[in-house]
Every structure is written in structure tokens, then in C-alpha cells.
């Protein structure tokens, strides 16, 4: 099971975006994400988050400084 303390650490350094998550792990389960807050009237064009796509090197190191935290 995913620590607390990391899991709020995730959920205050990745962006919030409009759709549910389903993460499977290795024994079989999942974690389950779902927003409650309303959504926005308006959407605001900004970057995309693509399906297998390659993170930028310095993301990769700050996600492993605030998780070395």
C-alpha cells in the first residue's frame, strides 16, 4: 500500500486534470482517482499529458527530490 505521506506528496505535485484514474498494481488491485470538486465552465488551452509519453529529465529529478523528502 502507497504511504500517506506519498500519496498526498502526489496529489500536491501533479497536475489536476479532467478525467478519473485507474492505476492497477501488482497484486491485482487499483488505485482509484475521482475528482469531487466541479469542473470548470471553460476549458484553457495549456499543455497535454500524452499516454506513454517521456517525462522531461528535470521533472524526473524533482518527483524524486519531493519523494527523497
Known amino acids: 500500500m502507497l504511504p ?15 478525467i ?16 469531487v ?3 470548470a465552465y471553460r476549458w484553457a488551452a495549456a499543455d497535454e499529458i500524452v499516454v506513454d509519453h517521456t517525462v522531461h529529465p528535470n521533472t524526473q ?5 519531493v519523494a527523497a523528502r
Open 37 to 39: 470538486n466541479r469542473s
Open 20 to 35: 478519473d484514474l485507474i492505476v492497477p498494481n501488482e497484486d491485482g488491485g487499483y488505485l482509484l482517482g475521482h475528482r
Open 61 to 65: 529529478a524533482y518527483f524524486s527530490a
Open 4 to 18: 500517506l505521506d506519498t500519496f498526498l506528496r502526489v496529489v500536491d505535485t501533479t497536475p489536476l486534470i479532467a
